[in-house]
């Protein structure tokens, strides 16, 4: 089972409307990325929550760590379709590495 | 900005032949890492490198070995091509623990 649970696995929404999406921990997070991928491309970086409670704001995007639940949650205000992609979440768990949500898939219909 | 590059992006090989990825990075970090990406299984770790001639397995590890003879080359040989390991490869670094990773463009492998 994935350490780090996306939901929902797949979005689609008409253009202008907000979406959220979630990223779940089953164990302590050390600090909680936002990462998006573009079909068939790389990962792009979004943005690092290290503190719970802590809210970032890039453009039209936010993300907000809930450090007790374990849990981050990603927020588009008003979708655009350049806002179409990969969403995924990766987290340091404890390990000396970073593992990754298995993405939510992001269609903005026009 | 880092920069991560993967040396190709599309390759086809066929079934047992030794398939070599290349990945540079050109900030001199001291990690870097191989993932690969699956539709619903999102990425899973293969291999990762602290350290020049140092490699840690990482959850997936069979049927690759890694090389790291620089530290800003970090390469994932796949032994014996198969066709289970056609996957989306991507490459990592980072300049630390708990630090952010700079992911490569990718390298879509497909093993026929």
């Known amino acids: 089972s994935q350490e780090l649970e996306q939901s929902p696995q797949s979005l689609i929404v008409q253009e202008g409307k907000n979406l959220t999406i979630n990223c779940t921990s089953s164990?302590?997070?050390?600090?909680l990325y936002w990462y998006k991928q573009k079909y068939g491309e790389g990962l792009i970086f979004l943005m690092m929550l290290q503190k719970g409670g802590e809210e970032k704001s890039h453009e039209k995007i936010t993300a907000k760590l809930d450090e007790k639940k374990q849990q981050s949650s990603l927020h588009i205000t008003a979708s655009q379709p350049s806002h179409a992609g990969i969403y995924l979440c990766g987290a340091a768990l404890g390990n000396n590495d970073m593992r990754f949500g298995a993405g939510t898939r992001l269609t903005v219909k026009p | 900005d880092v920069k991560v590059t993967q040396s190709s992006r599309y390759l086809v090989k066929r079934t047992g032949e030794k398939v070599f990825l290349e990945c540079v990075q050109d900030?001199?970090?001291?990690?870097m890492f191989w993932y690969r990406q699956d539709p619903g299984l999102g990425l899973r770790l293969i291999y990762f490198?602290?350290?020049?001639?140092?490699?840690e397995k990482g959850d997936i590890p069979e049927g690759y070995s890694v090389s790291r003879e620089k530290k800003e080359r970090f390469s994932l040989i796949l032994e014996s091509a198969s066709t289970n390991q056609t996957s989306m490869y991507l490459c990592?670094?980072?300049?630390?623990?708990?630090?952010?990773?700079?992911f490569g463009s990718g390298t879509r492998l497909t093993v026929v």
């Open positions: 490198s602290y350290d020049v001639k140092m490699k």
């Open positions: 164990k302590t997070l050390y600090g």
């Open positions: 900030m001199d970090h001291e990690n």
């Open positions: 990592a670094s980072s300049p630390g623990t708990w630090t952010g990773y700079t």
